[in-house]
């Protein structure tokens, strides 16, 4: 069946614009998580959805940072104000429920390039 | 903070000679460990899921371990070749968290 995807694939923008970023999970997936991926930082945990649960946004790096999951299925993650040090792979994935023992899988990403 | 170190960073052998990946991490209470592949401008590839009740995971030429009690997990990947060149990724779940290493970026040469 078809797995997580991600869109766009690529993103280049200006320092202080918005951007979407879009991940469809595997249908049925009912916990959804976002990471982050920067040469720095290496990857790091962002933020999760399990069902209609309050989402853990424990992972996000600031308040331009925001992320919502609509019908229990896609999600978008916005950025605000986008700064240079927000470029990065954004990977998205799924899982069936929120027990410990499911596997993760992950989208393709979405590289973010802010000049 | 459950800390993920991966050494080495880097690892360049001739073909058909095994690989040694090795993770280590700092809090045993984990769940699962995964092995993940991650090819250049490329997502996340799983390689090896090991459940927290297990103590190693197969699949085709990729072996797997874990060692709870010390903290430790190896990736063995037998008879290697120019295409298993990548970065290998372990990653422990803290419940529903993963915590990542660095990685091992792996070259096999012809």
């Known amino acids: 069946g078809a797995g997580v995807s991600q869109s766009p694939s690529n993103k280049v923008t200006e320092k202080g614009k918005d951007v979407e970023l879009r991940c469809d999970p595997i249908?049925?997936?009912?916990?959804l998580y976002w990471y982050r991926q920067s040469l720095g930082q290496g990857l790091e945990f962002l933020i999760y959805?399990?069902?209609?649960?309050?989402?853990?946004k424990s992972g996000l790096p600031s308040d331009r940072f925001s992320a919502e999951r609509t019908g229990g299925s896609v999600s978008t993650l916005t950025i605000q104000r986008t700064q240079q040090e927000d470029s990065a792979v954004y990977l998205c994935?799924?899982?069936?429920?929120?027990?410990?023992?499911?596997?993760?899988?992950f989208g393709p990403g979405t590289r973010l390039t802010v000049l | 903070k459950q800390e993920v170190t991966q050494i080495p960073a880097a690892l360049s052998v001739p073909e058909g000679e095994n690989l040694v990946l090795n993770c280590s991490f700092t809090?045993?209470?984990?769940?699962?460990l995964q092995w993940f592949r991650q090819d250049p401008g490329k997502g996340l590839t799983s390689l090896l899921l090991?459940?927290?009740?297990?103590r190693e995971q197969t699949s085709g030429r990729l072996n797997a371990s874990l060692d709870k009690s010390s903290g430790r997990s190896t990736l063995y990947i037998a008879a290697s070749q120019p295409g298993d060149s990548a970065t290998y990724l372990c990653?422990?779940?803290?419940?529903?968290?993963?915590?990542f290493g660095a990685g091992t970026t792996v070259t096999v040469r012809a």
């Open positions: 994935a799924s899982s069936l429920e929120k027990r410990t023992s499911d596997e993760q899988f």
């Open positions: 249908s049925g997936h009912t916990a």
């Open positions: 959805f399990q069902g209609n649960s309050a989402p853990d």
């Open positions: 809090d045993s209470a984990i769940y699962n």
């Open positions: 090991i459940q927290s009740s297990q």
């Open positions: 990653a422990v779940y803290d419940d529903y968290k993963l915590s």
